[in-house]
């Protein structure tokens, strides 16, 4: 059976740094294409990253430069690194597998504030 | 970046009727390799993550009801449920998948009339 758990969202102030994860079983996500895609309180999806089955990466524009995404394929867990933190990254954080998602976690819960 | 635009917004539909909902692509997402559209569909409901229905514009997803149909071609899209039923009461988002960067349409509601 395919899960995603994601973990490490918390209350972190402005500027500040956190780093997400998202335990994956049921495939290897080393030959998997996985997102991460966020999603503001009361709004709508917003991809911000993947990493490709050849280790590549891509970014939304919007968190260019701040967020890394990474994974360890001996825990077969991806990662997301996020620093200078800002209000506008509070959401909702989710993995999901695949150009087309047929996979997702239940998501963590990331807030920016002071 | 490819923007899509969902159209409508917000949507109410009375149960056993017909559902529409439509997405407008920038740019072509066409993959040349297959001849197919890089667009997915995605079923929301509160508290829960999204639910794929449909990939590559058309297939629908192992286990979607049959009620649930996309269609569409150059840059726009349609997903179609034939009718509504109660479960059906969510928001539904389109994704593309072509290229390097992936995006959304910003949603629409789906509400019983």
């Known amino acids: 059976e395919v899960q995603l758990v994601e973990s490490g969202g918390d209350l972190v102030q402005p500027g500040g740094s956190l780093r997400l994860s998202c335990v994956v079983s049921g495939f290897t996500i080393s030959s998997s294409y996985m997102s991460w895609v966020r999603q503001a309180p009361g709004k709508g999806l917003e991809w911000i990253s993947i990493i490709y089955n050849d280790g590549t990466t891509y970014y939304a524009e919007s968190v260019k430069g701040r967020f890394t995404i990474s994974r360890d394929n001996s825990k077969n867990t991806l990662y997301l690194q996020m620093n200078s933190l800002r209000a506008e990254d509070t959401a909702v954080y989710y993995c999901?597998?695949?150009?087309?998602?047929?996979?997702w976690g239940q998501g963590t819960l990331v807030t920016v504030s002071s | 970046d490819i923007v899509m635009t969902q159209s409508p917004d917000s949507l109410a539909v009375s149960l056993g009727e017909r559902a529409t909902i439509n997405c407008k692509s920038s740019?072509?997402?066409?993959?040349?390799?297959?001849?197919?559209?890089?667009l997915a569909w995605f079923q929301q409901k509160p508290g829960q993550p999204p639910k794929l229905l449909i990939y590559?514009?058309?297939t629908r997803e192992s286990g979607v009801p049959d009620r649930f149909s996309g269609s569409g071609s150059g840059t726009d899209f349609t997903l179609t449920i034939s009718s509504l039923q109660p479960e059906d009461v969510a928001v539904y988002y389109c994704?593309?998948?072509?290229?390097?960067?992936?995006?959304f349409g910003q949603g629409t509601r789906l509400e019983i009339k």
């Open positions: 994704q593309q998948y072509y290229g390097t960067l992936y995006t």
């Open positions: 590559w514009a058309s």
């Open positions: 740019q072509s997402v066409l993959y040349s390799p297959n001849n197919k559209y890089c």
């Open positions: 999901a597998r695949d150009s087309h998602m047929p996979y």
